[in-house]
């Protein structure tokens, strides 16, 4: 791999994680704690993330329960959760705070998939500007005569290369979440 490529290979790389965490509270049918995720409670003056004020447990396929470390925070934590309009049911059983999953429409699945087609596109673009900037890179190393027209037809064939298989990979992790998100 050419130093061109290593200097962005960092930049490749985020963009496939903030793909996976960007599609991680996409909604599948099943409980999952990452819906959680991008949510913020208000407790103690300070925002904080639900995953730093209580434990969040799967208690069977439809159902989490959010238990907080400090009972004071409860009510913080249910008008959290509602607020994020996450489109799961709330219940606050005094000591705990039991979110349900409903079922998911046809419908349902369908928006959630368009979304996450949405997001791949972004992620696609992401990685298109760094495969520009390392191009550019290439490029300029070329008219500074540090490398030759040979060798920039050599990195630009292996920078392709590279790009497509984190294409490859961004292709398959939406696919199982489109699976996710399909199967009932």
């Known amino acids: 791999m050419n130093n061109h490529i290593q200097a962005k290979q960092g930049d490749l790389k985020s963009a496939i994680e903030f793909f996976k965490k960007d599609i991680s509270n996409l909604r599948t049918g099943r ?34 329960v959010v238990s907080p470390w400090d009972k004071n925070v409860l009510k913080d934590l249910e008008k959290a959760i509602v607020e994020a309009s996450l489109g799961v049911g709330v219940v606050n059983e005094g000591d705990k ?50 490398i030759s027209e040979d060798e920039r037809f050599k990195f630009v064939a292996e920078l392709d290369e590279i790009v497509r298989d984190y294409n490859e990979e961004i292709k398959k992790i939406r696919e199982e979440k489109e699976k996710d998100i399909m199967t009932i």
């Open 31 to 64: 409980a999952n704690p990452s819906i959680f995720d991008a949510v913020v409670v208000e407790a103690y003056g300070v925002k904080t993330p639900i995953a730093g004020l209580a434990s969040i447990t799967i208690s069977d396929a439809k159902s989490l």
């Open 97 to 146: 705070i039991r979110v349900s999953i409903p079922l998911m429409t046809e419908e349902n699945r369908k928006d959630l998939v368009k979304k996450l087609n949405e997001k791949q596109e972004k992620a696609r673009i992401a990685l298109k500007k760094v495969r520009e900037e390392i191009k550019d890179s290439i490029e300029g190393a070329l008219g500074k005569k540090e």
